[in-house]
């Protein structure tokens, strides 16, 4: 265990939230943006996390994810004197900095790309897997089909050696751990093979796995990862509200109970990939349910900007598809619309919630009540001095839930609306309550 057991993240984009240029021009110019991200510092303090997991910021063509220089920060950001500084202003605020790390592939702008597709035998080439007709140009592997995102060999020794470089540096200059986008596409065992290394040199930094799909335990057990986003639950809680089918969520947290036996993943109802929560459900009343779920379920809860204003933004597969999601904030907090600003005090309460119960890091959840329309979980810690318990019940049906309980005297309601007595928890229509 290391100090991400406590830590709930506020995930922000950069070139989206900085509103960068889209693309990185020939000439561009070093533009100080990070230092208005330190503007933002307080408000994520005030929401009551204790980490920002940062997008990309490296030296990039467009996206961030098609680094040109892993050693660099994006001009369109600033400079290294502004990361040190963005940095230093978070961990004076008590914020630990996890980085997004690309290197499954880089850009097709990239240096050692361009050296490695410039004339055959060249020492580069064996960072890829670059391929020399006998006529023609040389073809390379790319990640699902973008011509513009090389693969990198991951059985090359030298890539290990990079990619443990670059994670070494930006440690050494600050950063708390490490996000590994598309460690899904990288076979575990490189992991494995470049994480003792970081770790001997930084044995508290973070290192959580993007993975979509698969045997989540199986891949951090084999990788020495801390641990992977749990897309698995963050499509349950979508789908179920969205269909009045808890019976879904509840599957869902049941392979989660398995998944915390061995590592704590990192949860989410939001982030940079997927279409915003406000946009995803059909029915507005239900946020707060995907919000209770996130911030009562065992795991490193992670939230996306925007999120917690309630914005909304619909993912499209086509050019510039992401855009709507990865939206620019304004210069202050206090130029956000007023309408976000209950949805945030929402965001406020949930998380306030969680840390007075550090349990719920590694808590299980057991159902007590299960229909379409009604659950009632009951969440435990597994084990230790750090004992504790609370009861969350979800109605989405349009008349009153009540769910019989065994605790005397009755559970005092924590957040949320119920009443409670004579045996029972009464929650209104397509409300929610903790109680404990």
Same mark, same amino acid.
């Given at each position: ?111 050692? @790309? ?17 391929? /020399? ?13 973008h011509g513009g995102l ?60 993007? @993975? ?71 029915d507005d009343r239900h ?144 409300? /929610?309550? @903790?109680?404990?």
């Open positions: 265990m290391g100090w991400h057991e406590h830590a709930i993240f506020w995930q922000v984009y950069p070139l989206g939230f900085l509103g960068a240029e889209p693309v990185l021009a020939e000439d561009q110019a070093v533009t100080h943006r990070l230092p208005r991200l330190v503007d933002w510092l307080d408000y994520a303090v005030d929401l009551g996390v204790s980490g920002l997991l940062l997008g990309p910021v490296f030296t990039s063509y467009s996206h961030g994810y098609d680094t040109i220089d892993h050693f660099a920060i994006d001009p369109r950001l600033g400079d290294l004197d502004d990361f040190d500084a963005l940095v230093a202003a978070a961990h004076a605020r008590g914020l630990k900095v996890v980085l997004d790390g690309v290197f499954n592939h880089v850009g097709s702008r990239h240096p050692l @790309v361009r050296a490695a597709l410039g004339r055959p035998g060249a020492p580069e080439g064996g960072l890829f897997h670059v391929t /020399w007709p006998a006529q023609g140009e040389p073809t390379y592997a790319t990640f699902e089909g090389v693969a990198l060999d991951h059985d090359a020794a030298a890539v290990a050696e990079l990619v443990g470089e670059v994670m070494r540096y930006w440690l050494g200059r600050g950063a708390d751990g490490w996000r590994l986008d598309a460690a899904y596409a990288v076979p575990p065992a490189f992991w494995a093979q470049v994480l003792p290394g970081v770790r001997e040199e930084f044995p508290e930094a973070y290192v959580v796995g993007e @993975v979509i799909h698969g045997e989540y335990a199986a891949i951090v057990a084999e990788s020495g990862m801390d641990a992977v986003t749990q897309y698995e639950l963050w499509k349950a809680i979508w789908s179920s509200l969205n269909d009045r089918n808890l019976w879904e969520l509840d599957h869902a947290l049941g392979r989660h109970n398995a998944m915390l036996d061995t590592f704590a993943p990192l949860t989410f109802v939001g982030n940079h990939d997927v279409t915003r929560l406000a946009t995803r459900l059909t946020l707060p349910h995907a919000l209770v779920v996130l911030l009562t379920v065992g795991g490193t809860p992670s939230l996306y900007y925007g999120d917690e204003q309630g914005l909304t933004g619909l993912k499209e597969e086509r050019l510039g598809g992401d855009d709507a999601i990865r939206q620019p904030f304004p210069a202050a907090p206090a130029d956000l619309p007023d309408e976000g600003w209950p949805v945030y005090r929402l965001h406020q309460e949930l998380i306030a919630l969680r840390r007075r119960h550090p349990w719920l890091h590694r808590a299980r959840t057991r159902t007590l009540t299960l229909t379409n329309e009604v659950l009632a979980y009951e969440v435990t810690a597994p084990r230790g001095p750090a004992a504790g318990r609370l009861l969350v019940v979800l109605n989405l049906a349009d008349g009153d839930a009540e769910v019989a309980y065994e605790a005397t005297p009755a559970p005092a309601v924590l957040a949320g609306h119920a009443a409670a007595g004579d045996g029972l928890v009464r929650v209104p229509a397509h409300a /929610w309550a @903790v109680l404990g």
